[in-house]
């Protein structure tokens, strides 16, 4: 396997708190990472650390494909929880947002590409206050996508929509990222999230942010919830990262 992003001994301080303090992790190429932890731990700040969006915090060693990551690039993409679009622009407009930033005019084709991969096409000239909450959340991922990263940040984006689309949207993402074979880092609450989406998961003490448990799971791909419940590995995996959450909260 070849290593993707290398995270090394980051510390991250806002002013007297230090909410990350010597972090390490690893993750391979188009590896499927989750990062689960209570509440306040720093999993979002991890995230927007690696995303280049914290500037006035110390940052360690960190490196992508062996190139050093510092300010945001396009390498990296980020997908919030709250979509982050541009209210007043299109769906078509703002996927193709990022090209037109980096001046990437010769790539229309690939919004027409993820407009139909992302079932968009029929919702290419309405505006964000037109779509549900899942439909924003493609296009936020859409948006992302567009500029073909070598690494996908995912901040808790499915927690705004409800638990059927939720399900609907889990499989759509593995599928997009299978496809387009992208390293995806995710960070979320939901442990059955976590185990149908990922390949390992990291489960997060703090803050100041530790790694409490780094996980492979014994559950091949294709996962969905379906055929993960029915894995005599799912009970234990849960049953593991739930004790280990406690502990993190406990301590
Ligand atoms: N820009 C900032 N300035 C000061 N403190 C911050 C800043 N960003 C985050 N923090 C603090 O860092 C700590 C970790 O926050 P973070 O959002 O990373 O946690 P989290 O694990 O993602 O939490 P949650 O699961 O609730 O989203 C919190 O105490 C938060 O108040």
């Known amino acids: 396997m070849t290593r993707s ?14 909410i990350i303090d010597g972090l390490s992790l690893v993750v391979d190429d188009d590896e499927f990472v989750s990062i689960v932890g209570t509440s306040g731990c720093g999993k979002t700040t991890l995230l927007r650390s690696i995303g280049g969006l914290l500037p006035q915090a110390e940052i360690g060693g960190m490196q992508l494909h062996g ?33 037109a930033v980096q001046g990437r005019t010769d790539r229309h084709d690939r919004v ?13 000239k309405k505006y ?14 859409a948006r992302a996508l567009c500029l073909e990263p070598e690494l996908l940040l995912l901040d808790e984006p499915l927690s705004a929509v409800d638990a059927i689309t939720r399900e609907v949207m889990q499989k759509e993402v593995l599928g997009i990222i299978e496809r387009e074979t992208r390293t995806a880092l995710l ?5 059955d999230e976590a185990i ?4 390992r998961i990291v489960v997060l003490g703090g803050p100041p942010a530790h790694v409490l448990l780094d996980v492979r799971s014994p559950i091949p791909r294709p996962r ?9 590995a799912y009970l234990p995996l849960r049953a593991e990262l739930w004790d280990t959450l406690q502990m993190g909260h406990a301590s």
């Open 67 to 99: 190139t050093p990551l510092r300010t945001p690039e396009p390498r990296v993409a980020m997908v919030f929880q709250h979509f982050g679009l541009f209210p007043w622009k299109t769906v078509e407009d703002n996927i193709r947002y990022g090209l």
């Open 224 to 232: 969905d919830l379906a055929s993960v419940r029915s894995d005599p």
């Open 112 to 124: 027409d590409e993820l407009l139909e991969v992302m079932n968009l096409s029929a919702a290419r």
């Open 187 to 191: 960070v979320t609450h939901d442990l």
């Open 128 to 141: 964000p206050y037109q779509l549900s909450g899942g439909m924003k959340q493609r296009v936020g991922i």
């Open 196 to 199: 149908i989406m990922s390949d």
């Open 5 to 18: 992003l290398e995270v090394d001994n980051v510390r991250v301080q806002f002013r007297q708190n230090t």
